[in-house]
Structure formats: C-alpha cells, structure tokens
C-alpha cells in the first residue's frame, strides 16, 4: 500500500528587493543593445576637404562618407560660396563602387569660405541632412 506524503503548502522563498528593482533597468539595457544597430540613420563619417579645414588649393572634388549606404536616387550635395551660389559643376551622386560615399566635382575655386550642404536617404528610409565649410586661402 503507498502512502501519500501529505501536501505541505509551497514556501514562498522572498527576493531581495534588489532584484525586483533591477530587473526593469536589464530589460531596457537589454533592448537598447540589440536594437541600437538597427535604428540608425546614415551619419557622416567623414570628408574630404575636412570640416572646418583650410586649403592652400582647390579641392578637384568634395567627398563625404557616411555610416550606412546611400540610396542614390534621392542623395544629393551641393557646394555654394559666400553669396548663396552653386560652385560644383552639378554632378553630386553616390558614388557606383562605394555606397557609404557622396562625391561632387569642383573647377578651380578662388580664395574664399564655400558650404557643402548635402542631403541623404539611406536604404533603410532614413533622411539625414547638414552642411559644414572650408575655406581656401
């Protein structure tokens, strides 16, 4: 004959208060770890002239690199001098072998400050836009 163990009610074991208030902060650590490099946008990298730099010539063509690849059909740039007028020859695009790259030619500029303003979408549909200066002396 078997004897049934008699039903003790289950102790409930207490956790440290610690571990209640913690646990929220490692769950939103947590997501904003795994998704922190699926939420970006295409940021500039960096350029060439640099920004804010000084030339002692004429850059032949602005460059700008950027984190995430570009879409090239809605990517533009754009260089103007002090007055507002455009001064590249209108040719800014992504460049064919290097998505994360935005380039446009320049003529031979004179002395003076000139602003690159450049717009981008990336090929997860996020706009990005700024501008920086140079100046050649």
Not at 2 to 15: D, I, K, S, T
Not at 60 to 88: H, I, M
Request: overall charge positive.
């Amino acid at each position: 004959m078997v004897c049934p163990l008699p039903e003790y009610p289950r102790a409930r074991v207490p956790r440290p208060r610690f571990v209640k208030s913690i646990a929220p902060l490692v769950l939103v650590l947590a997501v904003c770890a795994l998704t922190g490099t699926a939420a970006g946008h295409a940021m500039l990298q960096r350029t060439e002239p640099r920004v804010e730099s000084r030339v002692k010539r004429s850059p032949d063509e602005v460059k700008l690199y950027f984190t995430e690849p570009l879409e090239p059909a809605y990517s533009s740039v754009r260089v103007v001098n002090d007055r507002g007028g455009q001064v590249d020859r209108g040719d800014g695009r992504v460049d064919r072998s290097n998505p994360l790259l935005l380039r446009v030619t320049l003529p031979a500029l004179p002395p003076g400050t000139y602003r690159v303003r450049w717009r981008v979408l990336s090929i997860d549909a996020d706009v990005t836009e700024g501008g920086f200066a140079f100046r050649v002396e």
